[in-house]
């Protein structure tokens, strides 16, 4: 047995690890790691909302019970297998889920796929449009913050941060449409753009659904303008809830590293206030939002419902709540398992670039 005294005088003394310690796991284990728990996490969520959806009885009867004659809606029941046993439907859902195979609508007699891809891009493209502004909001007035911590601005600043945060989605969508676009009419009331527009757009042979991506690969510089004009409500009300929360964090982050050795060091040698800030101070503070940012997505997401419903934005949320009304459970089923994969995904792409980023994230 090796003991203190037998050891080489440098592990003896501490000053470097024994051959047999492990010194932690490495980037590809991490990532493997949280690649796996991908799988647990949306298989818990698919299951939930399987019985939570079956609490009220079978989807047929919810969404079109009272509508239907007594006998074509049993035939309806027996011919979609809802009057098999709950657990024979849970294995089967779970199979066909395996094959890509999410039903069909039970509103609108959509293919459930279909559906998820013709609404989907609108959503991403308004959580692409949202993050943006969040990003633009949050880093700059987060370090302006910073550089004035506790005086007149940092105060302005923390109590925006908290109203942005604090203020209902739909809530600021109203007064958005009540001052810019009823008020100043200086931007569109509600849709994603002029309907001659939307019709050239989707027209596009191998189009994303992007619209402004789209109206860039088709250069119709006009459409682009309508596009954006459209999206700068949208953006602003659901890119404020975000904001606010980077905001904070950057302004808490940068106060941080101000305080470090190595940024005394710097002010000691005449470095001004502002590159010390900007330069040595902004980087170290990224690393936070990169990391919370895979749970801010899912609060877009979730914040997609009502601004989509807001703004008449045709995406997932806006159809989520058309199904909900409807109460087409199937629909609601496979937008909810969509949304669990985007942000399951996303949170793993965030954990592979904060691991790539930060070192210390791995072990």
Do not use: C
């Not at 050239?200 to 006009?222: E, F, H, V």
């Amino acid at each position: 047995m090796t003991t203190l005294i037998d050891a080489p005088p440098q592990e003896a003394d501490g000053l470097l690890p024994s051959k047999k310690t492990k010194t932690g796991g490495g980037l590809g284990k991490y990532l493997v790691v949280r690649f796996l728990l991908i799988f647990p996490t949306i298989f818990i969520l698919i299951t939930l909302v399987f019985f939570l959806m079956r609490i009220t009885g079978d989807p047929i009867t919810a969404a079109l019970g009272g509508r239907l004659p007594p006998d074509a809606l049993q035939a309806r029941i027996h011919a979609a297998g809802y009057d098999r046993p709950i657990w024979v439907q849970y294995f089967e859902y779970l199979g066909q889920i395996a094959t890509g195979n999410f039903g069909r609508t039970i509103s609108d007699n959509l293919k459930v796929t279909d559906m998820l891809a013709t609404y989907g891009t609108a959503t991403l493209e308004l959580a692409i449009n949202s993050l943006v502004v969040a990003l633009i909001i949050g880093i700059p007035l987060g370090m302006v913050a910073a550089k004035y911590r506790d005086k007149w601005p940092d105060a302005v600043l923390r109590i925006f941060a908290i109203l942005s945060y604090a203020t209902p989605v739909f809530f600021a969508g109203l007064l958005l449409k009540l001052v810019f676009a009823v008020g100043l009419g200086w931007l569109p009331v509600a849709g994603r753009a002029k309907s001659g527009n939307e019709i050239a757009l989707t027209a596009l042979a191998n189009p994303t659904g992007i619209y402004w991506l789209d109206a860039i690969r088709s250069g119709n510089l006009a459409a682009l303008g309508d596009v954006m004009a459209h999206a700068v409500l949208p953006a602003i009300a659901l890119g404020l809830l975000t904001g606010g929360v980077f905001l904070r964090l950057v302004r808490t982050n940068v106060i941080g590293t101000l305080s470090r050795d190595y940024v005394e060091a710097g002010r000691s040698r005449g470095i001004r206030e502002f590159r010390l800030v900007t330069k040595h101070a902004y980087k170290p503070a990224l690393i936070p939002i990169i990391t919370v940012m895979g749970l801010q997505i899912a609060l877009l997401l979730g914040g997609a419902v009502l601004t989509e419903t807001t703004f008449e934005w045709k995406g997932l949320g806006f159809q989520l709540a058309q199904y909900l009304t409807a109460r087409d459970f199937v629909a609601v089923q496979g937008i909810v398992v969509l949304l669990a994969v985007i942000v399951a995904l996303t949170n793993f792409i965030v954990d592979v670039v904060a691991a790539l980023i930060d070192p210390r994230v791995r072990y």
